[in-house]
């Protein structure tokens, strides 16, 4: 399995796989979750799995317009005072989430593209705390 075939996986699954991230999250840094006070993390979830599309299809395709999304998406971080050392949790929750779903199909070539495209997105995020 490649990490577009993962993306569709993860789209086409009934249940949402990405809510078990957050439960990740505030395990290893119950710090952040103040940042989520009030919202509903079904919603959160959602976005994020739609998002996480275009995360694979910048990796991928590098299309203009899924970079600009990221840095718009940076800049809504940037807004909700997300610092830029909180990301690396989040990818590792990410990750972790991702591993635990796709089981015996996860190995190390779909981890190091997940880990690349992951960084390339949280870069271009990066770039948009600073418009
Ligand atoms: C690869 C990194 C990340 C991606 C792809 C991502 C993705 C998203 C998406 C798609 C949304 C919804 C945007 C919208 O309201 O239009 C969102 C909102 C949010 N994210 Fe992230 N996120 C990332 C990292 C983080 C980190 C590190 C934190 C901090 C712990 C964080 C905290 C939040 C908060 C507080 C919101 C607003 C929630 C709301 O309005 O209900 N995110 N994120």
Redesign the pocket.
């Known amino acids: 399995m490649d990490i577009s075939e993962s993306v569709e996986a993860l789209l086409s699954s009934k249940a949402l796989v990405i809510e078990h991230l957050y439960d990740r ?1 505030f395990e290893s ?1 119950p710090d ?1 979750r103040q ?2 006070e ?3 993390m079904r ?2 979830a959602s ?2 799995t ?3 599309a ?2 694979e299809a910048y990796y991928s395709q590098r299309f203009p317009a899924t970079g600009h999304y ?1 840095k718009v ?1 940076g800049n ?2 940037f807004h ?4 830029t050392e ?2 690396a ?3 590792e929750a ?1 990750i972790g989430t991702l591993q635990e779903f796709f089981a015996e199909t996860w190995d190390q070539p779909l981890a190091n593209q997940w880990h690349e495209a ?1 960084d390339l ?2 870069e271009t ?1 990066m770039e948009g705390y600073e418009i």
Do not use: K, P, T, W
């Open positions: 999250l840094r952040l940042h989520f009030n919202r509903d919603i959160q976005m994020l739609v998002a996480l275009s995360v990221l998406l809504r971080h909700e005072g997300v610092r909180d990301y949790a989040f990818r990410l992951l997105a949280i995020m």
